[in-house]
């Protein structure tokens, strides 16, 4: 069985409330896909391919870009009651659901998620950033102290928006940079500040699932190592030098070694490599980014399919892609 850990829906409880945001980009995409928010139609497209199924989570916009506060938590419920509901009627077709995280709600959302994880939720996600705010903002902490103590793991979705311009000069990304590229970004940083901020090295018991082969993070291996090693070096007005000494071990090892990945990387085989290159095995899950694509929901499934099973590799390390690393964990049983 083919567990596609990381694709996207919405609930029909919520997706009117995305609509009637007014929320630009992202908003305007969700409605030119059916297969986001029409059950039946994403069914369809889950009974095309043999041998698979879908773990569910929450798209874009973020949370905390709608609303604020209790209304954040209040907004998350909906979600995740909508999922819950889903995989109860469908556990064929959606063996798992990934609760949303609060973080903008007054406790962290440490509440919702504690609520969506008795539910029965595999996990919590979060975003990159929590409307601008990073995620080593004292804050959030409370967040990561209960996700480690829980041994459930965190699904991290990149999260960045046309308002990040490209250039000082620019108020506003052009030509959809923002996504293309700043994403892929968005997701490296927000690894990094969780490594230097030395919340891996506070919570041991975070597992955290980066999106999309931790984006830029495998074809930087000679900066993350090496050019990291000599941090301070570049930078006159503090000593860096001290933020590497508190360190449990080499910036490079929490990238490659602490984190978890997907494989959700839009059909590209180069990046597809780079990421089984860069990453333990057992830290890697199959995904495939449904149904953001030009064929509205199977496209990159069939591609990440095709590469995947394409590739030389023992059978029993295949199936820990596809399903085993996963149901490892998340301490749950999800193939048939």
Request: charged share 25%; net charge neutral; with cysteine.
């Amino acid at each position: 069985m083919r567990v596609d850990a990381y694709t996207h829906f919405i609930p029909a409880n919520v997706f009117n409330k995305i609509v009637d945001s007014g929320h630009t980009d992202i908003g305007k995409r969700v409605r030119e896909i059916p297969s986001i928010h029409d059950l039946d139609v994403r069914r369809k497209v889950v009974e095309s391919f043999s041998d698979y199924a879908q773990i569910l989570s929450y798209p874009m916009p973020p949370p905390e870009v709608l609303m604020k506060g209790n209304e954040v938590e209040e907004y998350c419920k909906l979600i995740d009651d909508g999922f819950a509901e889903i995989c109860t009627k469908y556990p064929k077709h959606f063996p798992g659901w990934v609760g949303q995280a609060a973080l903008a709600a007054p406790d962290a959302g440490v509440r919702e998620a504690e609520r969506a994880l008795k539910s029965g939720a595999l996990g919590i996600q979060m975003n990159t950033n929590v409307a601008g705010r990073p995620l080593d903002n004292p804050e959030f902490e409370p967040f990561f102290e209960f996700m480690s103590k829980s041994g459930k793991p965190i699904w991290m979705h990149p999260a960045r928006g046309a308002n990040f311009p490209d250039y000082l000069s620019e108020k506003i990304s052009k030509y959809e940079i923002w996504w293309t590229f700043g994403w892929s970004y968005e997701t490296a940083a927000a690894m990094a500040r969780l490594v230097f901020s030395r919340i891996m090295d506070r919570y041991p018991g975070l597992k955290i699932i980066t999106h999309h082969f931790g984006g830029i993070v495998p074809m930087l291996e000679g900066r993350i190592g090496p050019g990291w090693d000599q941090l301070g070096a570049r930078t006159s007005n503090v000593d860096l030098s001290l933020v590497r000494k508190t360190l449990k071990k080499r910036p490079l090892d929490y990238f490659k070694h602490d984190f978890y990945t997907d494989t959700a990387v839009f059909g590209g085989v180069p990046a597809t490599h780079a990421g089984l290159a860069f990453y333990d095995l057992d830290k890697i899950v199959f995904a495939s980014d449904c149904p953001f694509d030009p064929e509205k929901g199977t496209m990159y499934t069939r591609e990440t399919l095709r590469i995947l099973e394409g590739i030389d590799m023992p059978k029993v390390d295949k199936e820990r892609i596809w399903h085993g690393n996963l149901e490892r964990i998340t301490q749950v049983k999800l193939s048939a």
